[in-house]
């Protein structure tokens, strides 16, 4: 077996170190050495390198040192030139954005509420002015007044288009996590096959080429994605609660790197997966109804991208029809007007009331997601059915009690990500691609 080449030595030494900073945020080199089992001169001679690729810097801080405490020793942190990521999420309500860098640390948060009914135009023009928004932010904090004003043009003129002379959208602190509803389950990567393995994690792109773009945008989309090409997928008679959308194609002037689209159910079963394992099924529950089903730790996306499309699943409906699971909300007057999506308001106040009416319409609503949770036991065998959604988990006890009897069943339980949990999942996998994306400069890749 042949010996590793020195370079790949130093590289999977760089490697180490930059894991190691992204995880403790500023070290000395003695540090580093003692986090990393690295020799002391190791550590240093990764940093110095690490320093010369513009990812690591001197940060100005030293250690207390003199009269019999040692030499003095120098702090060191990754460069803002590390980059950040966008993580967005798009829902009937609005877009929502992050900017995430290395630390998984939100920079940039923006938003920009929208009115129902959704038009796709108007949809697409929150978006950009959402990753306009987003971009000005991190360009202030790369470059300065020079870079920031570019993208704040930018902002400024979807914001006329959007007919709001103001920044179209406010940019908070840190937050957390998104939700959102979704159907299907895929993933589509620009500039990469979808089934490619390194598909998201923009390598190959320099400081100097990316200038102050975030380096990649992963995308949580409200309605079933394309697997091959992101763009958002209507279905017959599905609630499209975005429209036609392609957001690849209008988010890559924002980012350097490619575009992730995801549907929100697929991102919020990988936020909840920390809790809930390696093989689960998460069930959306809201205006729109989405499955995932998790095995291995991998969401299932399916040939084009639509597994896990719940909606048209026959099950036990009002007076025990058969009947598909989304021609039950219509039955029991619970859709919203013009729309097959579910007004999950009217039904909160329909299940809610200590009424007999009440009752029977939390048990019916429950028998007939009981009749998809036996379809999807039956063909995933799941470790676990995880209930999400605007509705679904106040149901979980009767969906639980409804479950009790079928022939194979599965622990059913409330999803534990309940604040934004696409936008979550969205972000997490953003952090991922982007220390990635970070790691393969080290590499020559």
């Known amino acids: ?17 930059l894991h190691t900073l992204m995880r403790r945020r500023r070290l000395t080199r003695a540090e580093l050495a003692a986090e990393t089992g690295l020799s002391k001169p190791t550590a240093g001679e990764s940093v110095r390198r690490l320093a010369e690729r513009g990812l690591v810097e001197d940060t100005g801080e030293r250690t207390p040192g003199g009269r019999g405490r040692g030499r003095v020793g120098s702090y060191y942190a990754l460069t803002p030139a590390t980059g950040t990521a966008l993580a967005l999420t798009i829902a ?32 697409a023009a929150a978006l950009t002015a959402v990753a306009a928004q987003l971009t000005s932010a991190v360009a202030a904090q790369f470059t300065g007044s020079a870079a920031s004003g570019r993208a704040a043009g930018g902002a400024t003129a979807v914001a006329a288009e959007l007919g709001d002379p103001a920044v179209p959208a406010r940019v908070a602190g840190a937050a957390t996590a998104a939700s959102g509803r979704g159907a299907g389950a895929a993933i589509a990567t620009s500039g990469r096959g979808a089934g490619d393995p390194a598909a998201g994690v923009g390598v190959g792109v320099g400081v100097a080429e990316r200038g102050w773009l975030p380096r990649l945008a992963v995308v949580s989309a409200a309605d079933p994605v394309d697997r ?12 499209f609660l975005v429209g036609e959308l ?32 390696p093989d689960f099924a ?8 989405g499955c995932a089903i998790v095995g291995d730790g991998e969401v299932a996306r399916g040939r084009t991208g639509l597994a896990g499309e719940i909606a048209h699943v026959v099950t036990t409906g009002p007076h025990g029809r058969a009947v598909r699971l989304i021609e039950v909300f219509g039955r029991l007057g619970l859709r919203l007007p013009g729309s097959t999506a579910i007004d999950a308001d009217a039904l909160l106040a329909a299940v809610a009331a200590p009424s007999p009416l009440a009752a029977v319409n939390r048990r019916t609503i429950a028998v007939a997601v009981a009749g998809v949770v036996a379809a999807v036991v039956a063909l995933a065998d799941p470790g676990r059915v995880v209930v999400g ?16 009897d079928l022939p194979r069943g599965a622990a059913v339980e409330a999803a534990t990500v309940t604040h934004e949990p696409s936008l979550s999942g969205a972000r997490r996998a953003a952090l991922t691609r ?3 994306a970070i790691v393969a400069t080290v590499h020559g890749a």
């Open 1 to 17: 077996m042949p010996l590793p080449t020195l370079d790949l030595v130093r590289s999977a030494t760089d490697e180490q170190v």
């Open 92 to 123: 009937p309500s609005g877009v929502v954005g992050e900017a995430v860098d290395a630390y998984g640390d939100v920079v940039a948060r923006a938003e920009r509420t929208l009115g129902r009914p959704t038009a796709p135009d108007r949809v």
């Open 434 to 436: 982007l220390r990635a």
């Open 228 to 239: 091959a090409t992101g763009r958002l997928v209507h279905l017959p008679d599905a609630p």
């Open 246 to 277: 392609d957001p690849v194609a209008l988010l890559g002037p924002y980012v350097a790197g490619p575009v992730t689209v995801d549907n929100d159910v697929n991102w919020a079963a990988r936020a909840e997966a920390e809790h809930a394992g």
């Open 389 to 404: 959604g605007t509705w679904g988990p106040v149901l979980v006890d009767a969906i639980r009690d409804a479950t009790a």
């Open 282 to 289: 998460y069930l959306h529950l809201g205006e729109g109804l």
